[in-house]
């Protein structure tokens, strides 16, 4: 398996624009996390999912944010509209079964907005 | 509610010296914890794992973590650093009995390695 797929690995856009990042967990992984990390905060988590179903989206920090899981291989998160301060690393992670197991982690969305 | 704490921000070693990164839970429920590695510009990699069976936890790379109940503590440590070692180290906690796959993360710790 190639792992957990997130792209673009970079993204640059203008403040007001819409952004949307891509996932693609490992096969037959049930579950699905969305991270953000910034210097200030560190890693927090935004909203995850079980089969597809949104489970806990407390993390997420405003309604310019949503989330969503159409199948088991693909997730999205738009920022709508996107301002400077959501620029961060956007970590998409997936895991096997209930808490106690291992997530596994993709390379990142760098988001800049200027 | 579950809440993890990495006591030290920046660790500064010497090549072929020890590593102790330092790592404190609380938990409501029996925890399963875990040490992550992130290499600049790279996503999280699993070092090691506690799931409630031995507390001597052995991950790659050399390194080892103890789950301590009685001092809620979870440090990681290695007995010989290595340059490759550098990184960011994030101790992570997971409640069993809580929130199914949520997983809580530390602050993290900055580990540099000097020649």
Known sequence: DA???????????EMGQEVTLRCKPISGHDYLFWYRQTMMRGLELLIYFNNNVPIDDSGMP????????P????????IQPSEPRDSAVYFCA????????????????????? | ???????????????????????????????SLFWYVQHPNKGLQLLLKYTSAATLVKGINGFEAEFK??????????????????????????????SQGNLIFGKGTKLSVKP
Request: contains cysteine.
């Open chain 1, 62 to 69: 405003e309604d310019r944010f949503s989330a969503k899981m």
């Open chain 1, 3 to 13: 792992g957990v797929i997130q792209s673009p690995r970079h993204e640059v856009t």
């Open chain 1, 94 to 114: 997936s895991s096997l079964g209930a808490s106690g197991t291992e997530a596994f982690f993709g390379q990142g969305t760098r988001l800049t907005v200027v």
């Open chain 2, 1 to 31: 509610a579950q809440s993890v704490t990495q006591l030290d921000s920046h660790v500064s070693v010497s090549e072929g010296t020890p590593v102790l990164l330092r790592c404190n839970y609380s938990s409501s429920y029996s925890p």
């Open chain 1, 71 to 78: 199948n088991a291989s693909f997730s999205t998160l738009k």
């Open chain 2, 69 to 98: 109940k009685s001092e809620t503590s979870f440090h990681l440590t290695k007995p010989s650093a290595h340059m490759s070692d550098a990184a960011e180290y994030f101790c992570v906690v997971s409640d069993l009995g809580g």
